[in-house]
């Protein structure tokens, strides 16, 4: 796994279409418990070179209930974005994840993480990436939909703010969704609350 991590942060596969330069981003241990499958680094977390560095992380790991030295304890949560580079900024935010990463890298990844017991897919990257035909045709079609994922996969939108609006209209998901997952990350976490 080391020397995989090292190879990814050392990548270059799509350096001629990142403005701001190659810098990937992710976490990962051979012990990895919960593994969340996000988009891509935005602008501060290339800078800090810490993932979900920002407003969305802090939202989702309000979503998972859990505190950042959980969150950022690789042997819990692995962190692995469907670009591992920040793709820079179009019209209306940041553009897509390079489509090269996860064909490249992530198999990889998943082959050394023995121990995984959940796989969030967070956006429709990540959903359309590993649920292929199995996704809706809607993101809100297919999280509201969740449970025909589980138990391998728990599918999220995106925690970033830009999403405030979709949370307001989709109130089931603060009812329903969240509630599933906080108590399937807290059986990972915490292994004595298990029933």
Request: charged share 25%; glycine share 6%.
């Amino acid at each position: 796994m080391d020397q995989l991590l090292t190879d990814i942060r050392a990548c270059t596969l799509c350096m001629p279409n990142l403005p701001a330069g190659p810098n990937p981003v992710l976490a990962a241990h051979p012990k990895s418990k919960i593994a969340v499958v996000g988009q891509a680094p935005g602008r501060i977390v290339h800078e800090t070179g810490v993932p979900w560095d920002d407003k969305s992380g802090e939202r989702l790991r309000d979503w998972l209930g859990v505190t950042p030295e959980q969150f950022y304890d690789s042997e819990l949560l692995a962190l692995i974005p469907m670009g591992f580079c920040f793709p820079g900024t179009g019209k209306s935010g940041d553009l897509p994840p390079r489509p090269e990463c996860a064909p490249a890298w992530h198999q990889q990844l998943f082959d050394q993480m023995k121990e995984l017991e959940l796989i969030l897919l967070i956006g429709s990257y990540a959903q359309g990436y590993y649920l292929k035909k199995e996704k809706k045709r809607t993101l809100t079609e297919t999280v509201r939909s969740f449970r025909e994922y589980l138990p391998e996969y728990l599918v999220l939108p995106h925690p970033s703010p830009r999403n405030n609006i979709w949370l307001k209209k989709n109130p089931w998901f603060a009812e329903e969704l969240l509630p599933e997952l906080r108590q399937r990350v807290a059986m990972v976490v915490d292994p004595e609350d298990r029933p």
